[in-house]
């Protein structure tokens, strides 16, 4: 297997004034606006394109947005004869960008799927209670150690292997915070609280993953036509049971992100698109793998790298 593989970014890579410049000249991205402000009840065009910041930061609403502007870039690629990827991923949330491309779900349903899955994460834990910190320059198992020495009874836990010398840990605020000073205690590069509403992947999610397994067991999930490879097991997977499965494991395991960049190269991938909002992924691909590059298509200008 050689060729092209799609990246679908997660929360995070939000900004407002998303998806305007896509929407203003093509109309398969206005068109797949439109479907999910029909399925959501909202706006999502006026959430993206004017904010207010801190309303599309919100989980509920941003994991909805991000995945409406991935749809509508992936669409448009399609609709324009772009090259095809021969696999796809998506980061946390992206995952189910990525499968919506692949064929395995309905945009309807993603569109409603992920709204619930904000609104469970967001829930499921008091504001305050949890927190998120970027671990710089420290070893995977370093973090892993520092983490089990400093939870006390406490969650604290590996939640995004992102690259080599990047991951993130998530849990009770306190441990979190406990984590942070221990890793620069062991000289780390940097270690910096994350502004996030809620600690994703870890076992405080525990009660949104069983939310959200009812909410999947209502939906139809398609073999994908091209196999998308998961957080969770860093492997490429056609099998609709299993990316069911994957899709509720995901919530409360790390997403191996690292891992999965390089089962994507030794599968053959010689080039790397981000298809959607922002450049996040295409520095975790720089930071990751050597001489296999990353374009970000987004708006009008990034189509013809793909041959739109």
């Known amino acids: 297997m050689t060729g092209l593989a799609y990246l679908f970014p997660g929360q995070g890579s939000q900004y407002v004034g998303m998806g305007r410049a896509l929407c203003e000249a093509m109309p398969e991205a206005r068109a797949t606006f439109g479907e999910a402000s029909e399925v959501l009840g909202l706006d999502l065009a006026a959430l993206c394109y004017e904010g207010p910041e801190e309303f599309l930061a919100l989980t509920a609403n941003v994991q909805p947005a991000i995945l409406t502007v991935s749809v509508a870039v992936a669409r448009t690629l399609e609709a324009r004869g772009a090259r095809r990827p021969v696999l796809v ?58 983490c089990h020495e400093v939870a006390k009874g406490e969650v604290v836990s590996c939640a995004n292997y992102n690259s080599p010398g990047q991951v993130v840990v998530s849990g009770h605020r306190e441990a979190v915070g406990r984590a942070v ?54 492997e490429p997977t056609q099998d609709p049971a299993r990316i069911r499965d994957l899709l509720v494991s995901q919530v409360v395991c790390p997403v191996r992100w690292d891992a999965s960049l390089r089962r994507m190269a030794a599968a053959g991938v010689t080039l790397f698109a981000e298809v959607g909002p922002g450049k996040v992924l295409a520095g975790l ?3 990751t793998l050597d001489g296999i590059p990353c374009v970000n298509v987004e708006d009008p200008s990034g189509l013809a790298a793909l041959g739109a």
């Open 285 to 287: 691909v720089r930071r």
């Open 89 to 146: 991923a998506g980061h946390s949330l992206g995952e189910y960008s990525a499968l919506v491309c692949a064929g395995a779900l309905a945009f309807r349903d993603a569109v409603r799927l992920v709204r619930r899955r904000g609104e469970f994460m967001q829930e499921t834990i008091p504001a305050g209670e949890g927190a998120m910190a970027a671990i710089l320059g420290l070893e995977p198992s370093e973090v892993e150690a520092l």
């Open 181 to 234: 000073a221990a890793a620069r205690a062991r000289g780390a590069r940097r270690a910096v609280p994350l502004p996030v509403s809620a600690p994703f992947h870890c076992a405080l999610m525990a009660p949104a993953a069983a939310r959200l397994q009812a909410e999947l067991d209502r939906v139809e999930i398609h073999q994908p036509a091209v196999p998308v490879v998961t957080n969770v097991e860093a």
